[in-house]
């Protein structure tokens, strides 16, 4: 499934690369791309695998304020 999370506090290459780091690294997500000019990230992830929710959650634990709706 591909999802689009806004998300807020995002600022620079630093911020891109931390985020699609530590969502790659999530059992489940195949890819994470995020675009901090725009304020979204991408995931296309597993949804037997892992949820939206625990995405975001990864979000905001690395700093990072997550909208769902």
Known sequence: MLTK?????MSCQ??????????SALEGVNRAEAHY???FVEVDFEETL?????IAAEIDE????VKLN
């Open 14 to 23: 630093h911020c891109k690369k931390s985020i699609e780091d530590s969502l």
């Open 5 to 9: 999370l806004l998300v807020n506090g």
């Open 50 to 54: 892992i949820t939206v929710e625990k």
């Open 37 to 39: 000019t725009e304020g």
């Open 62 to 65: 690395l700093g990072f304020e």
